[in-house]
């Protein structure tokens, strides 16, 4: 049983010239009750003439016995000892207190029974400060100066441990290690650790250490590290960036991401990196990012590169200038305020001068967005203000859009009473709502700036009855655009002429031209459009119920959809939205003026179309099992099925549209399956679709034109007890990706290896036809395979690709090979085709204070050579 005891020690132990004695050897439960009393009332009077240097609580616990020696001013406590001051916590077999020079001793004690031994001591000594925590056979300590020295001294703290010979504590954060060693690894016998014969460390900042030899497996380098820091801090901290290395053929040797990172605060830092190639090349980068949680976050990058490719002799040598800059800021105001910019600016060749990464590489546009939204939530109204930009790397056009500011009305009801009722009128159920847009475009194509802008109102009143089984929804469609200009187009020398007889003399003398002409006319103009229309739907139930083989029923939905669709010819004379010119040869064209404007300009043509559609859910529901009270009925989607066509009664020919068939179904967790087709009910004469239908030439009621599917399937096998675990701590799992991708770049996204999985593979089919004419087809289909397994105890194998049927070659295929080394992992990819041809293998510490820690070699452009 332990015995306890508190000890104020300032009252404690200070008696000089006391005629009480106790005997030394007296326990705390043996000390007589009226000598206690009568220590405390002489040690009110010794305490005002003395100043202690220990100022606070020490408890104490023991599960064998506590002895002190007042005479002596010492306490001896034995059997898994345990002594508290402040943040400083002791334990051990035995601790031997001087109150008089304030320090204490512990060791462990000698028990060849317990399992817990080490070589035959148990309860060694642990001494915890703060986080801190150190293990040890023999511990002295003072704690008035915190000075202390531990033999046989073990560290752990997180995932990384140092320990040596002794260790000595000489102020609150400092200690000195002799014959240290450093490790990441959790085992008590590490397979890599640094070993030094001095080590410094600082608490909750670094380990510093010289003349370092590391071990793996045991074994150590043959050439030791002068000098090495060590972090002795998780999370973010200000650093070195280790540079990877390599060589790229016509850019020599190269040394990139080499850099600084500052860990300016909680909330912000910056990271600066350079690039150098031996024949003269380089770069450099910036990365600001900062964040306030709840409230706003953010990055600015820059870069800025001047690569030299070529030998110094060779006529052909290039010398390319190239920057970058983006911006992306969120940042939300209230909830129903929000801001977010995402902005990129580019010279037009960086990332081919900079990137290796294949998703890069095939860039073709570089876009941007900026984005104030506001909602209201009382009304349901919302404003957009947007800010967009579109550049092209393959040339100069540039397209923004500055601003596009957007307002929407939600639907309301204006006949709507206020008491609610089943019995609605139907006129309660017409909604109105109300959008409206304005947009400013500027576009610079091949140098030539053109700056367009407009607004556009749309108004919509529908509404949703139901009659029956059937629902109707009648709607009306109102757009009204505003534009400031209009496109005039015209001949040169034929737009002025106003008879024919000077026209007949123009032609003759050749001096009208056939080259149209266009001229911006400044003005206010309005287009006023609109469009209304009509559809109804139902849904139709078909069931069996078999009750057999554990199916219960099956269910049939059947939605078929009509809908009615018109919209005026606005390009006839009466609207009068279209203009004419007159072309050399006295033909007069009609064309739409405002064609070129930011929200268009008119329809040309009527319309007038019924659409017929029908939706198909084929469904099947599984019964309980009666053996099992908790087995519950399962409902089973097995086929999606929709078909729809149309027929427009304005057109002049060819009235019927395509039949159009899309389907979908999945097969348990395994095999998923969709696919759509088009058919004409047309005939083709000379390649080209006429007005005859194909069952009136007995050619049978339609023809394909088109088809595509695709299969995917994926299985794995059995998750393995016991071994959910993955090559990285999930602990640092995101500082271990952050700084894993650093330098390693992939064809293909990294998957999370996962070694409870003992194999998976998933597969991919496509398949494209398409016959525009009966003479005329063309198919495309590829198949991609993704398979991983086990190859033993922490291997992991995988390779990847597609394979292309037409073109009768492999794209992009990949091999990896993973290696869990416990503290250790190893990465081997390698690209045997294609235009990124190479391979890469890397051997690198897994701890993300030791990320630099490597070794690499790659070969070829995705490598990086």
């Known amino acids: 049983m332990k015995k306890t005891l508190f000890l104020i020690l300032f009252a404690a132990f200070v008696l000089k010239g006391q005629n009480i004695r106790i005997d030394s ?8 009750t009226a000598i206690v009393n009568q220590i405390s009332s002489e040690v009110k009077d010794s305490v005002k003439s003395k100043k202690f240097d220990v100022d606070d609580v020490i408890t104490s616990t023991a599960s064998d016995s506590i002895k002190f020696n007042l005479v002596n ?215 600001y ?67 290796t990464i294949l998703n890069e590489l095939l860039t073709q546009d570089i876009t941007s967005n900026a984005t104030l939204s506001k909602r209201w939530e009382e009304s349901g109204n919302s404003l957009t203000i947007n800010y967009s930009r579109t ?69 919509s009143v529908n509404a949703s009855p139901k009659i029956g089984y059937f629902n109707l929804s009648p709607r009306v469609n109102y757009v009204e655009k505003w534009y400031n200009k209009k496109t005039r187009r015209y001949i040169e020398n034929v737009q002025d002429v106003s008879n024919s007889k000077l026209l007949l003399q123009m032609l003759a003398s050749n001096t009208a031209t056939n080259d149209v002409l266009t001229e911006d006319i400044h003005e206010i103009n309005m287009i ?22 554990g199916v219960e029923a099956f269910r049939h939905t059947i939605t078929p959809s009509v809908s009615y669709n018109y919209t005026p010819d606005f390009s006839k004379e009466k609207w009068g939205y279209y203009e004419t010119y007159t072309q050399a040869d006295g033909t007069i064209e009609r064309y739409d003026p405002y064609s070129q404007e930011v929200f268009g300009g008119v329809s040309s043509g009527e319309s007038q179309s019924v659409n017929f559609s029908v939706g198909n859910i084929f469904e099947m529901k599984t019964m309980k099992d009666p053996t099992d009270t908790t087995s519950e009925q399962e409902k089973i989607t097995l086929l999606n099925l929709d078909l729809s066509t149309g027929y427009n009664f304005a057109a002049d020919s060819l009235r019927l549209s395509d039949l159009r068939v899309s389907y979908r179904t999945k097969i348990g967790n395994i095999l998923n399956f ?63 990706d952050a700084f894993k991708k650093k330098d390693y770049t992939r064809l293909y996204e990294e998957e999370e290896t996962d070694f409870s999985i003992p194999w998976n593979l998933s597969l991919n089919y496509n398949y494209n036809l398409s016959k525009p004419t009966p003479a005329e087809g063309k198919i495309n289909s590829n198949i991609g395979v993704n398979l991983g397994f086990n190859l033993a105890k922490n291997w992991k194998f995988g390779v990847r690709g597609n394979y292309d049927f037409q073109r009768e070659e492999f794209s992009a295929p990949q091999v990896t090979i993973y290696r869990d080394l416990e503290c250790w992992e190893m990465n081997f990819s390698w690209n045997p085709l294609g235009t990124y041809t190479g391979f890469r293998f890397e051997i690198r510490m897994k701890a993300p204070e030791l990320r630099d820690v490597k070794v690499t070699r790659r070969r070829g452009l995705y490598s990086g050579r």
């Not at 050897?25 to 007589?32: K, P, S």
């Not at 000075?147 to 441990?161: C, E, H, L, Y």
């Open 528 to 549: 006023r459009t609109f469009n209304f229309g009509l559809s109804t739907s139902t849904k139709i139930y078909g069931m069996m119920q078999p009750q057999m083989l």
């Open 73 to 287: 001013k010492r306490m001896y406590i034995f059997g898994s000892g345990e002594l508290k001051y402040k943040q400083t916590n002791l334990k051990g077999g035995k601790i031997n207190i001087n109150f008089e020079t304030n320090e204490l001793e512990a060791e462990g004690i000698i028990d060849s029974a317990d399992t817990n031994a080490v070589n035959g001591l148990a309860q060694t000594p642990v001494l915890s400060e703060g986080a801190e925590n150190y293990e040890g056979t023999k511990l002295k300590y003072n704690f008035k100066t915190q000075k202390g020295f531990i033999s046989a001294a073990k560290n752990v703290k997180d995932d990384q441990r140092y320990e040596g010979s002794a260790v000595k504590k000489v102020d609150k954060d400092t200690y000195f290690v002799k014959e240290g060693i450093y490790t990441t690894c959790r085992e008590d016998t590490p397979h890599t650790y640094f070993s030094a014969e001095e080590m410094k460390v600082i608490q909750k900042d670094k380990i510093f250490a010289k003349w370092i030899f590391m071990y793996i497996g045991g074994v150590p380098l043959p050439i030791p590290i002068p000098f090495a820091v060590f972090p002795n801090e998780k999370g973010r901290r200000s650093g070195m960036i280790a540079p990877t290395y390599g060589t790229i053929a016509d850019r020599g040797q190269y040394f990139k991401n080499f850099g600084y990172f500052f860990a300016i605060s909680d909330f912000m830092d910056l990271t600066l990196n350079g690039d150098y190639y031996t024949r003269g090349g380089w770069g450099t980068r910036m990365r």
């Open 674 to 736: 969709s696919g759509s087709s088009a058919y004409t009910f047309y005939d083709y004469d000379n390649s080209r679709r006429i007005n005859e239908f194909l069952a009136d030439k007995g050619k049978g009621l339609f023809r394909l034109t088109n088809l595509n599917f695709s299969v995917s399937a994926s299985i794995s096998g059995e998750k393995l007890k016991g071994e959910e675990r993955t090559g990285k701590d999930e602990e640092n799992k995101e500082e271990y």
């Open 391 to 459: 550049q092209k790397l393959d040339s100069v056009d540039i397209r923004e859009v500055l601003p596009n500011v957007s307002f929407n009305k939600s639907q309301f009801y204006p006949f709507k009473t206020s008491a609610s009722s089943k019995d609605e009128g139907w006129y309660e159920k017409i909604g109105i709502s109300y959008s409206g847009k304005f947009r400013n475009n500027r576009n610079n194509i091949g140098g030539d700036l053109k700056i367009r802008g407009g607004m556009q109102h749309n108004i």
């Open 25 to 32: 050897l007296q326990t705390a439960t043996e000390i007589d």
């Open 289 to 355: 990012r900062y964040a306030s949680r709840y409230e706003f976050s953010g990055n600015l990058n820059a870069g800025y590169s001047r690569i030299l490719k070529g030998e110094d002799e060779d006529p052909n040598k290039t010398r390319t200038t190239d920057w970058n800059i983006s911006f992306n800021h969120n940042q939300e105001f209230t909830p129903t305020l929000k801001f977010d910019a995402n902005l990129r600016f580019q010279s037009q060749n960086y990332i081919q001068n900079n990137s």
